[in-house]
């Protein structure tokens, strides 16, 4: 016994301090990282995700080191990956479509004036290129230029060029009296700065200023555009235009047209009424919606049928190698569903795919180009990506059906017909429900299925825009918001809102069917 | 229905980019340190460049960047990015803070990038005059250079010597020569359900037929659209959809197999495919493509260069790097030689072409002579969005005056209409 006993002791302390250890290791590595992340964002002074990840990081540690916080020691992993994964996506989203964010507009409002008045510098025909070196006075530089005549010109931001004497190196001013010359690593140490320095030539402003992009040598640049930060306008003094800044995120001309780069701002509901009204999607919206609603809905039932058919041949135990077979089966899902479309959309080619090639003897069925055609093979291709799965959960959902339910109903007389018909698929729709309006929600926005095989076409030659007859609702919109060179992500935003509340009210409506299917059961 | 997997797909796409962003701002945190560091610094940590390439390339470049940073102590940091989406992430990230200071492109970015204000102009100076005349004009938007460019790409008209020897004058004496020799497919060139006009640009140049035209200094101008007096061209695409010369069935992947297999006599493409063809053992030469119409065969030059971000915090380096390093005849031999695009710089173009004993690099060279940089303004979008699947309709079989019309008419109506 007295050998026992402080065993025994041990051993508990031992088990308590095992996982306590563990807990502080672990959070202990994750309040280091959350540290180095706080201390990179003050840096770059993005404070208000400084307080998120301040408040949710002492969140944790106070769940993990507190006695009464049980299940939030649970559920809080999940609940942080739903948080950054969905939630702050979906926020984002919902910002973004009240913004006119677009090509054009990617910009702050300083970062665009700083961009228009860069673009609008140009160098001065025929001028000279100056060798320059980079002097410094104290905080002020300078530029020592050597003009091709030979002689040596010094100028900085106040000081329009003037004349120096100057020590030359092979033809090139050096040095000057007073000013302190600068090596070009030293150049880097202050390129912001250097990089904006423009010396203004003389005292007349049309002769323009110097500046150097490279720290080597140096241009004469003029600009014909001129902001007036009072007034908040851009002036062309070339042809005398004022643009203001007219709340549309641009630089606007009386005339109304536009200056770009021009900015971001909020644009309200503009991106929704223009959803509903672009008259270049409104036309083919409609058929569209219904092919959506078809593709979507026979992609679930096809899959399910031929799931449940493989499911219901393989569950009968008298038939052999019956693994074997399971296992083939659920090959298509355990491939990349990237590579099987595409894989998919070469075979499917209308003179050299392995279908019409090799299969059907050189036959040239025009599998993709054909506008109904091309609808039958992507549902063939989904029906192939997606059975599988349906034969997974209904060999699953099948075991679990009692087989004392099936037997009294064979005792009572049911032929295997009736048996499956009112009692083995009432049964399987319940368990099953769920997973059908998911999948239903989930092939509604299938893009790659639909791009990837066909890119939405053969092309609808007919409407305004590239719109083909396999494009489902989500291409479509792909379509509209991001053709040729415009990036819309304003209204791609809201179309994304607006199909999602398309599919959570149907999805709403399914499940509350469901709930009284598992009632009337 | 392949939710699950298609879920946990997506939350480790996610997790993977939230790594890559926490990456990135841990690096660009790292930048303004360093540019910020005090003059007493010493020369090995004067900053860090990043630049952003395509995958291919990004090898090719480590060299040359280290030798960069031997020379002038700032270090070039390579990231390579998909090629796909990397136009699109530098327009975002620019103005962030984590974007690159240099990024990789091809002129017809151009447009797109000055309109959004991510590009700072370059000044060449006095050596805009060593580069080919081609490259500077694919540099240059608006009369600004915005690109250091350091290699010009065309296509030209591939050929299998051991079925077809000799280059063709014209189309049909092409198809002739390809049909004599029993290639399976006598002419390929890639095309698609979409079509594919920019591989099918220099026969519509030979009817006379560019896109837009161009006003007094050699720009491309967009209130003059010459799509139009292509219906020519339209017919002859039908003829040729008809005769089966031209099929939307050769896909890019189809083409090259085929022609690497030999199946192929000629095959119009471009030098991203030709290493490929000789490792596959096939005889190849380059030559001009053959006119169709009257006039010659003129093909879009795509320029490649670098541009440097507007908000970088490294300018000087980055134009010291692009303009006085990247633009030097060594550097752009070394270039070539890793990623076998011919050379920008006038004097680099001339070293290789002379340095080439296969003839393929001066068969390419030879090809672009009559080359056209592919137009970079906005309105070439509204080109691009129909322009493929009507040239496509019309292989198929589509009435081709009628289809061509109603393609000009589009392209006006989405001119107008932005």
């Not at chain 1, 909020?266 to 919206?285: H, K, M, Q, Y």
């Not at chain 1, 599988?388 to 032929?415: C, K, N, R």
Request: charged share 15%; with cysteine; glycine share 8%.
């Amino acid at each position: 016994m007295d050998t026992t006993t402080p065993t025994r002791a041990s051993v508990l302390r031992g088990s308590s301090i095992g996982p306590l250890l563990l807990k502080i290791v672990m959070l202990g590595i994750l309040d280091a990282a959350v540290v180095f992340l706080l201390m990179t964002l003050l840096t770059r002074g993005s404070y208000a995700i400084f307080g998120v990840v301040l408040v949710g990081a002492l969140a944790v540690n106070w769940v993990y080191l507190s006695k009464r916080a049980m299940p939030a020691k649970y559920i809080t992993p999940g609940l942080v990956f739903l948080a950054v994964f969905q939630v702050f996506t979906i926020l984002y989203t919902f910002y973004i479509a009240f913004t006119n964010y677009s090509t054009g507009h990617v910009l702050t409002k300083d970062q665009a004036i700083e961009a228009l008045l860069s673009q609008s510098q140009s160098r001065v025909p025929d001028s000279p290129q100056y060798p320059v070196t980079v002097v410094q006075q104290g905080d002020q530089l300078a530029f020592l230029v050597t003009e091709p005549d030979g002689t040596a010109m010094l100028g900085s931001a106040e000081q329009p060029l003037e004349q120096v004497d100057a020590t030359f190196t092979d033809g090139k001013a050096t040095a000057v009296d007073g000013w302190t010359t600068l090596q070009f690593t030293e150049i880097l140490a202050m390129q912001d700065e250097l990089f904006d320095l423009a010396v203004p030539v003389s005292d007349t402003a049309m002769d323009g200023w110097l500046r150097t992009l490279d720290g080597r040598s140096a241009f004469q640049y003029i600009s014909d555009l001129e902001y007036d930060p009072q007034a908040d306008t851009l002036t062309n003094t070339a042809t005398d235009v004022v643009y203001s800044d007219t709340s549309l995120g641009a630089f606007t001309a009386p005339d109304g047209s536009q200056m770009l780069p021009g900015w971001q701002i909020n644009v309200g509901l503009d991106n929704f009424t223009r959803a509903v009204s672009e008259p270049t999607i409104r036309g083919p919206l409609v058929y569209v919606l219904i092919w959506t609603f078809v593709y979507a809905t026979l992609s679930v039932v096809l899959a399910f049928a031929l799931g449940l058919f493989m499911a219901i041949l393989f569950n009968n135990p008298k038939m052999k190698g019956r693994k074997v077979y399971r296992i083939i089966m659920v090959l298509p899902y355990a491939f990349p569903a990237f590579l099987s479309t595409m894989i998919w959309s070469g075979m499917l080619n209308t003179r050299f795919g392995f279908i019409n090639e090799t299969l059907l003897g050189g036959a040239e069925i025009p599998w993709l180009t054909d506008p109904t055609l091309a609808k039958v093979s992507v549902l063939i291709v989904n029906l192939w990506l997606g059975f599988p799965y349906m034969f997974l959960v209904t060999t699953g959902a099948l075991q679990a059906i009692p087989e004392e339910v099936v037997e009294a109903a064979t005792t009572d007389g049911a032929s295997p017909w009736q048996v499956f018909r009112l009692i083995k698929l009432p049964l399987l729709l319940v368990s099953t429900a769920p997973i059908l309006i998911s999948s239903f929600a989930f092939n509604f926005n299938n893009f790659n299925a639909i791009y990837l095989v066909t890119e939405g076409g053969p092309v609808d030659r007919s409407a305004a825009i590239p719109v083909g007859h396999t494009d489902i609702l989500i291409s479509l919109v792909y379509k509209v918001a991001f053709t040729g060179q415009n990036r819309d992500y304003g209204l791609a935003s809201a179309f994304s809102i607006i199909i999602f509340v398309i599919i959570a009210s149907i999805s709403a409506y399914m499940f509350r069917k469901t709930k009284m299917l598992e009632d009337i059961n | 229905m392949m939710m699950t997997k298609k879920s946990i797909l997506a939350g480790v796409m996610v997790a993977t980019s939230g790594l890559l962003l926490s990456a990135c701002s841990s690096s660009s945190s790292d930048e303004p340190t360093n540019s910020a560091a005090p003059t007493t610094s010493d020369a090995a940590s004067t900053g860090t460049l990043t630049v952003w390439l395509d995958d291919v390339r990004a090898d090719a470049l480590q060299t040359v960047a280290d030798d960069y940073e031997a020379a002038t102590g700032i270090s070039v940091e390579i990231v390579g990015r998909d090629a796909g989406t990397m136009k699109d992430d530098f327009i975002q990230q620019a103005n962030s803070g984590s974007g690159p200071d240099v990024v990789m492109g091809a002129h017809d970015w151009l447009g797109e990038l000055t309109t959004n204000g991510v590009v700072a102009p370059l000044e060449l100076g006095d050596t805009a005059g060593n580069y080919l005349t081609a490259a500077i004009d694919g540099a240059t938007y608006d009369g600004t250079v915005y690109m250091l460019p350091y290699s010009v790409e065309n296509v030209a008209l591939l050929r299998n010597v051991d079925l077809v020897p000799d280059a063709p004058s014209t189309f049909d004496e092409m198809i002739t020569m390809g049909q004599a020799s029993g290639a399976e497919i006598p002419f390929a060139v890639q095309q698609g359900e979409g079509g594919d006009p920019y591989h099918l640009y220099a026969f519509q140049t030979s009817f006379g037929a560019p896109v837009f035209g161009r006003d007094d200094s050699g720009s491309y101008d967009p209130a003059n659209l010459t799509l139009g007096e292509g219906s020519a061209f339209a017919e002859w695409l039908g003829a040729q959809g008809a005769a089966g010369t031209l099929s939307t069935d050769i896909t890019p992947d189809i083409a090259q197999a085929k022609f690497n297999s030999g199946d192929v006599a000629y095959w119009l493409t471009g030098p991203w495919n030709v290493s490929a063809a000789v490792e596959a053992g096939i005889n190849v030469a380059v030559s001009p493509i053959p006119s169709a119409g009257t006039e010659t065969a003129a093909p879009f030059a795509g320029i490649k260069g670098f541009f440097v971000n507007q908000y970088s915090e490294n300018k000087v380096a980055a134009n010291d790097f692009l303009v006085n390093y990247i633009g030097t005849e060594d550097v752009q031999m070394a270039l070539y030689e890793s990623s076998s695009t011919p050379p920008a710089l006038t004097a680099a173009a001339d070293a290789v072409a002379a340095a080439d004993t296969t003839g393929i690099v001066s068969g390419f060279v030879e090809a672009g002579k009559d080359a056209v940089p592919m137009p970079a303004i906005p309105q070439m979008g509204s080109v691009w969005q129909f322009w493929g699947t009507v040239e496509a309709a019309i292989i198929n079989g589509a009435d081709p005056d009628a289809t061509w019309a109603q393609l000009t008419s589009d392209v006006q109506g989405a001119i107008d209409a932005s």
